[in-house]
């Protein structure tokens, strides 16, 4: 009965992990930088930069060149990290026998799904290509924000959903592995997972852009989106969560665990 009180006091105590920079500045410094942007775009500014960019990307795109950043931008598939999110987490909890693990790619799909996709349907914005296939507008109509009469399909590149999850689904990637290599035995070097957490954001960054996919616009909002989004969910004390008392048993902490 010690033990179970002592459990409770702490889980109701749980305080919040530390993320870096530390403090609520950045996150309000992305924020600030997201809803500056989107109301630059809105008021019909920073066009030419986007054109510029799409222009340039068209006119340097060799056919090796289109296919290396085609099969690089996997990197920032939303599916398939899921997957391997959660695959990491279930495999965590059963070997800790702990269901701890499994909600962080639970959170992060929540938070990808009710920002992410809402964001992309009330701006209403097309992609670059939209001027070279269906719907084939006008290149000057391919930028503007909000245009609500085009078809939902093609007026959702505002902001970058490739970048956003590449930086949410990797950093929980990130925050799982270092745990499940310590199961085994193994141990993380912390210049992979850094490398693990930057690389491919920035290559899915770079590909989306230069594939006419994405504005650069497009790609600068989704990469401040899942910074924020990223913060969030790092500084959630899952080791600390309350649990239900079915499952007192599977509370086990992960990212402390020896």
């Not at 290396?68 to 495999?91: E, K, M, W």
């Not at 269901?99 to 209403?124: C, D, E, H, Q, R």
């Not at 930086?167 to 592995?177: E, N």
């Not at 790609?219 to 499952?247: E, F, I, Q, T």
């Amino acid at each position: 009965m010690v033990a179970v009180r002592e459990t409770t006091a702490v889980r109701s105590g749980a305080r919040l992990r530390p993320v870096r920079p530390a403090g609520w500045w950045f996150d309000a410094l992305l924020l600030a930088a997201l809803v500056g942007l989107t109301v630059a775009l809105a008021a019909d500014h920073l066009f030419g930069i986007d054109r510029a960019v799409a222009d340039w990307s068209q006119a340097h795109r060799p056919t090796a060149a289109h296919w290396t950043a085609v099969v690089l931008n996997y990197l920032g598939q939303g599916t398939p990290l899921t997957l391997i999110a959660l695959g990491l987490g279930v495999l965590l909890a059963v070997r800790l026998r702990s269901v701890l693990p499994v909600l962080p790619p639970v959170l992060a799909f929540a938070l990808s799904y009710l920002t992410i996709g809402p964001l992309k349907v009330w701006t209403a914005r097309p992609a670059p290509s939209a001027s070279v296939k269906e719907p084939f507008l006008p290149p000057e109509q391919t930028l503007p924000l909000f245009q609500d009469e085009l078809p939902l399909r093609f007026a959702q590149s505002y902001p970058s959903g490739h970048v956003a999850n590449a930086i949410l689904w990797y950093g929980v990637i990130a925050l799982l592995l270092a745990p499940l290599l310590r199961t085994y035995g193994r141990s993380a070097p912390p210049r992979l997972l850094t490398v693990l957490r930057v690389v491919p954001p920035v290559v899915v960054l770079c590909t989306t852009t230069y594939l006419g996919w994405h504005w650069l616009t497009d790609s600068v909002a989704g990469l401040l989106l899942g910074l924020l989004l990223d913060r969030v969910l790092h500084r959630v004390p899952w080791d600390d969560l309350p649990l239900p008392g079915m499952l007192r048993d599977w509370n086990r902490p992960f990212i402390s665990a020896p």
